[in-house]
């Protein structure tokens, strides 16, 4: 598996032979550590495009200063492996000055969409998010960019942004991959002792819990109240944020039902996890006509 890790190298020497003879480009950008997660992208990827870019970059700007950037997980040459097991062709994993030389000064940001869920707990989080995207989709010019749906605010923010300015490229959604007790595969995941690991998968159970009220009726603002109960009875948890939004707008849905996410944040220790669940609008009739 090739890696390459300038700018000009990627340009020049791979993508540009890649378009020559016709190739269709995808992308699929990680901060590496790569898992099941990550593969599922690379996989979907490898089935529908010629040329499959993974980038693995730990991005300095998406971090807080509180946060795990120093501590992130860093295994390029096992990565590398991985993604070429299921379909990858290349990595591009330049370093931090080839992605933000030291007068840097452009960033790319998205209102309004960036303001609630993560975005509040997270100032300027999705500032580093957008910009190293965007630089990346510069970089590459794929024809199409795989994200996964665990991080719901992030792929409904990319498309917005793809949609503004105008960048010539699909952003393809996929769906969250699992463990087998249902905790959405994470690179923190990790970071949990046993204790905490035995615990991680009642976050979903919880969402599942309101999706199961929402699917019987109730609106945005009781879908919360049950999902935090649920939550409530594993004290280990320190929650962040239990939203249910409009999947689109992500607008607080109030007094609102389906169709609607339901997003959570919580801790487990210093660990922080994300996890959401999406009820469609017809889940609610299917039920009632039943
Ligand atoms: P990250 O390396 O955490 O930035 O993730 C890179 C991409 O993988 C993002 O589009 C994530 O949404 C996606 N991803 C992370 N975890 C999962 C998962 N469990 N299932 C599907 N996609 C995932």
Known sequence: MRIVETISELRVSTIAQARASGKVVGLVPTLGALHAGHLSLIEAASRRDDFVVVSIFVNPTQFGPEEDYQRYPRQLIRDAELAE?????LIFAPSRAEMYPDDHSTWVEVEDITEGLCGRFRPGHFRGVTTVVTKLLNIVQPDRAYFGKKDYQQLVVIKRLVRDLNIPVEIVGLPTVREADGLAVSSRNQY???????????????LQHGAEAARHGARGTEVEQVV???LASEPVFTVQYVQAV?????????????????????????????????????????????
């Open 246 to 290: 409009d999947p689109e707008t992500l607008q607080p849905l109030g007094e609102a039902g389906a169709p609607m996410v339901v997003a959570a944040a919580a801790y487990l220790g210093d660990t922080r996890l994300i996890d959401n669940i999406k009820i469609e609008e017809d889940a609610i009739n299917a039920e009632n006509d039943g």
């Open 228 to 230: 935090r109960e649920s």
């Open 85 to 89: 097991q299921v379909g990858g062709d």
């Open 192 to 206: 949990l002792d046993t204790q905490q690991r035995a615990a991680a998968p009642q976050l979903y159970q919880a």
